[in-house]
């Protein structure tokens, strides 16, 4: 379960009983019966609503649609419309899929299922070859990562979002916050980042994706309910995928930025190539200084500190760069780079 600790107006809502009970009534699968039923004994517990006025509310789940998107841009056409603020609704993730299936259970089965969901239900419905067959597209199953973040690139805001104590189904409670966003969304495994170069020049670094889908759009949202840990890294972060994981552990999602090298826009060895909101958090005259550099791929933090935390990569990166002008710049790249590369594989230093 995640800790939530949004609140949110509930005097505004009546009564949400009269309206499940009328929903409870017209459904004929036993099944069904019980799954709803269910749901509202968990829902009442978890949030103390009062009213269904201003409440938009499907029982079907969220996944089965055939385009998550184009139905979550209905639901928020809609609800401007009718004038409702809430949006109540049931989804299974893959997280539950697998918690469901005796398969997860058996020690050799268990890697085979994992593999079968991986490759039929998440890799080939996002490859362009596949995903535009019916049959195909159909099997698709979204993390938790992707499903909140969907929810709010179609323009609602996550007040909660909980597993069903006995069903293994998650519900989710959002308010409409705006128009659903229109910029095109890479589903893919190889994506690119919008990252600041040499002379703020804004450049595409390439990288094979280690987070779900549209997990980016829940970066704010997980700052705000789980805040930092030490490292300065958000708590409980599940964004990463199991294989995403494995990806950062062995640097291997930052091999297409040798790409970005052959083209000119990068080095080997260098300060990190950061993005627009990165960037814009760092004070002015720094910013400046910054700039004056090309960004490489295996960054300073990996020679000059000790750990990963925000403060000791920002400082590694200044010291480089101080280096950077008292010394030859591409003696002092080949030494760091051998040194780096030394971290990685006897000390075990890890991506960021």
């Given at each position: 379960m995640i800790e939530?600790?949004?609140?949110f107006d509930s005097t505004e809502l009546l009564s949400v009983d009269d309206l499940l009970q009328s929903l409870l009534d017209k459904i004929d699968s036993d099944f069904l019966h019980t799954e709803?039923?269910?749901?509202?004994?968990?829902f009442q517990l978890s949030q103390n609503i009062k009213s269904s006025?201003?409440?938009f509310f499907d029982l079907n789940h969220l996944d089965q649609n055939k385009d998550i998107n184009e139905y979550l841009r209905i639901v928020n056409e809609n609800m401007l419309n009718q004038s409702k603020k809430y949006f109540l609704g049931l989804v299974k993730t893959i997280e539950d899929i697998k918690k469901s299936s005796v398969f997860i259970k058996t020690p050799i089965l268990k890697y085979l299922y994992i593999a079968h969901l991986f490759i039929f239900k998440r890799f080939l419905p996002k490859v362009f070859i596949f995903k535009k067959i019916p049959f195909i597209k159909s099997l698709r199953i979204c993390s938790q990562a992707e499903i909140m973040g969907r929810l709010h690139y179609s323009g609602f805001r996550i007040l909660q979002f909980e597993k069903l104590e006995n069903n293994n189904l998650h519900f989710f409670l959002v308010t409409r916050d705006a128009e659903p966003k229109k910029e095109k969304i890479q589903e893919g495994l190889f994506i690119y980042l919008n990252r600041i170069g040499k002379d703020?020049?804004?450049?595409?670094?390439?990288?094979?994706?280690?987070?779900?889908?549209?997990?980016?759009?829940?970066?704010?949202?997980?700052?705000?309910?789980?805040?930092?840990?030490?490292?300065?890294?958000?708590k409980n972060d599940f964004r990463t995928s199991g294989w995403g994981k494995f990806l950062r552990?062995?640097?291997i999602d930052e091999l297409p930025q040798l790409i970005n090298v052959l083209k000119g826009d990068m080095k080997i060895f260098g300060i990190r190539p950061v993005s627009e909101s990165y960037f814009n958090t760092l004070d002015q005259a720094y910013k400046k200084e910054r700039i004056k550099f090309k960004p490489g791929c295996i960054p300073p933090y990996l020679v000059l500190s000790e750990n990963s935390s925000k403060n000791e990569v920002l400082n590694s990166e200044k010291e480089y760069m101080k280096k950077c002008i008292e010394?030859?710049?591409?003696?002092?790249d080949l030494k760091y780079t051998f040194i780096s590369v030394y971290n990685i594989l006897f000390k075990g230093r890890r991506s960021l």
């Open positions: 939530n600790n949004s609140h709803t039923l269910e749901f509202i004994n968990q006025s201003n409440l703020g020049k804004l450049f595409k670094v390439f990288k094979i994706r280690t987070m779900h889908p549209y997990s980016e759009f829940i970066h704010q949202y997980l700052i705000q309910n789980n805040g930092f840990d030490g490292k300065g890294k958000i552990r062995t640097w010394n030859e710049t591409f003696w002092l």
